[in-house]
């Protein structure tokens, strides 16, 4: 014992009584520590008795009512079965959407959508609503009193297709002057994700193309499709370019396709050579691909 108090005085620098407390300390310490895995042990290796448990769950079991039998139903009749737990989710108050099939916290979410001006109008509309899947949709498909997005919304049928051609239209915006609410409105983009495509656009100075979008962190290619099916490119953008012959090294390597290592080398040889003529003369200086020289050209300008 006299050794190890030596140790512990030679190692810590303690004094006699901070020996003791720490001799006293330790093996408490290892006891707590130990115990839990110890614990965890001995009761995995226990045998649970759940036969309660599951005669409990039984009696539960039995005491549902059995399901409709839906294969009875003739095709005639599946309107009427639709009308009863039908719903317009524009009106429908929180139980009889509950009653319909849509969970508590989705009704709520509806409900408070519709407090805060929110709209739907198509059935598509409602996959806006966070948490409420594309498998839940399908299941509430025939319920939702709303046009189905396929076929507009008209009397008469002969202008249908025209109506529903404004009107995919009218939906469809801009990608490089859309908004965050523009983009929160496409299923799968929240508020950071909206966020990340428009710093991202404006890093970049504009998409010139909207397999663009593939690039921005974190955007699912599933969301991007959405995005590139509800957006369009204007035929007259032009995006915001860099003058390579003005822009110091860190305008330069801010931009996402300019690394650090490129904006060196286009500043550097502006200083040995002069301005660049064009733009076309920077293939003389960035050792990269022509695809990777292709991304660059429409950010960049050789003016004076």
């Known amino acids: 014992m006299n050794g190890l108090r030596k140790i512990i005085r030679d190692i810590f620098g303690f004094s006699g009584n901070e020996i003791n407390g720490f001799l006293i300390l330790l093996p408490l310490i290892t006891v707590v520590v130990c115990s839990e895995p110890l614990y965890r042990q001995w009761i995995s290796a226990r045998d649970v008795d759940w036969s309660e448990e599951h005669a409990f769950l039984d009696s539960l079991v039995a005491s549902w009512p059995d399901p409709p039998v839906t294969s009875e139903v003739a095709f005639g009749d599946l309107d009427t079965l639709t009308r009863v737990s039908a ?7 929180v139980p009889t959407m509950v009653a319909s099939g849509v969970p508590v916290h989705l009704a709520n979410r509806i409900a408070a959508y519709r407090q805060k001006g929110g709209h739907f109008r198509i059935k598509q509309d409602l ?22 997005g396929r076929e507009a919304p008209v009397a008469h049928r002969a202008g249908a297709s025209r109506t529903t051609v404004l009107q995919e239209k009218e939906r469809r915006f801009d990608i490089n002057t859309a908004d965050t609410v523009a983009l929160k409105a496409v299923y799968g983009i929240g508020s950071r994700l909206a966020q990340r495509i428009v710093r991202f656009r404006d890093a970049l100075g504009g998409f010139v193309n909207d397999h663009q979008l593939y690039e921005v962190y974190g955007l699912d290619s599933v969301v991007v499709d959405r995005l590139r099916k509800v957006s369009y490119i204007a035929r007259d953008f032009t995006p915001k370019k860099l003058n390579i012959n003005t822009a110091n090294e860190e305008d330069l ?8 290592k490129m904006a060196q080398r286009i500043t550097a040889y502006r200083f040995q050579h002069g301005a660049f003529p064009d733009t076309g003369a920077v293939r003389n200086v960035l050792v990269v691909s022509d695809d990777e020289l292709e991304r660059i050209l429409p950010y960049i300008a050789a003016g004076n």
């Not at 719903?87 to 108050?93: E, G, I, K, L, S």
């Not at 390597?253 to 650090?260: L, M």
């Open 253 to 260: 390597a801010r931009h996402p396709y300019i690394s650090r």
């Open 127 to 148: 996959l806006r609503i966070y948490g409420l899947d594309s498998a839940l949709y399908r299941q509430l498909f025939l319920q939702i009193q709303l046009p189905s």
């Open 87 to 93: 719903f317009d989710p524009n009106t429908a108050p």
